[in-house]
């Protein structure tokens, strides 16, 4: 196993989502300052073109949208999506949300799926969410036990040290001081 970039796997989600966001504000109807749940909800045949592999982001703001509007405003402002992603960095990503966020192609699908497959080891903590550094962690983990692994059948035996008597400017003098010689 290749060590896991953890970091790349967070950016990813969270530049799906900025994409998104910023794809949807340009094409919005409305004059707000932030995205309704209309505007989310009757996104044109255009704009989800436009939105290619980021489909997924569009379900996870919809579905969200209750939680990502903090203020009640009834509107998603680019405050609030700072806000969602300063958490999400900081906090890390439940399984849920690492499904739909990352699973859009935007991504190492290997890491994401390695991810996914070991999540609960990841989680150290227990807390439901993995953070970049959990991941980062659980790859050195596994590859130390795969060093480990493979030369626990090394052993220091069968040694022998080069031993020239009599010549003077010899390293193996530094044995002599600590065995003497045998006379």
């Known amino acids: 196993m290749s060590i896991l970039n953890g970091q790349a796997l ?3 989600a969270l530049a ?3 994409n998104t966001y910023s794809t949807l504000m340009s094409r919005s109807s409305t004059s707000g300052k932030g995205l309704t749940l209309n505007d989310l909800s009757n996104v044109s045949s255009e704009t989800l073109t436009s939105l290619g592999n980021n489909y997924s982001f569009l379900q996870y703001l919809t579905t969200n949208f209750a939680s990502l509007d903090k203020d009640g405003d009834g509107e998603i402002t680019s405050v609030d ?3 969602l992603m300063n958490t999400m960095q900081s906090r890390g990503l439940t399984y849920n949300e690492l499904q739909s966020l990352c699973a859009s192609g935007g991504g190492d699908n290997t890491l994401l799926s390695t991810v996914l497959t070991y999540f609960n080891k990841i989680d150290t903590n227990g807390d439901g ?3 970049s550094e ?3 962690k659980f790859s050195y983990d ?3 036990d ?7 059948s090394f052993k220091a035996s069968n040694m022998s040290l080069y031993y020239n008597e009599g010549v003077e400017d010899d390293t193996s003098s530094v044995l002599d001081t600590i065995r ?3 006379s």
């Open 134 to 136: 959990e991941i980062t």
């Open 16 to 18: 799906g989502l900025t």
């Open 142 to 144: 596994c590859e130390r």
């Open 180 to 182: 003497p010689k045998l």
């Open 81 to 83: 999506l700072n806000n």
């Open 10 to 12: 967070v950016a990813s």
């Open 129 to 131: 969410r993995v953070t």
């Open 146 to 152: 795969e060093a480990e692994q493979k030369y626990k």
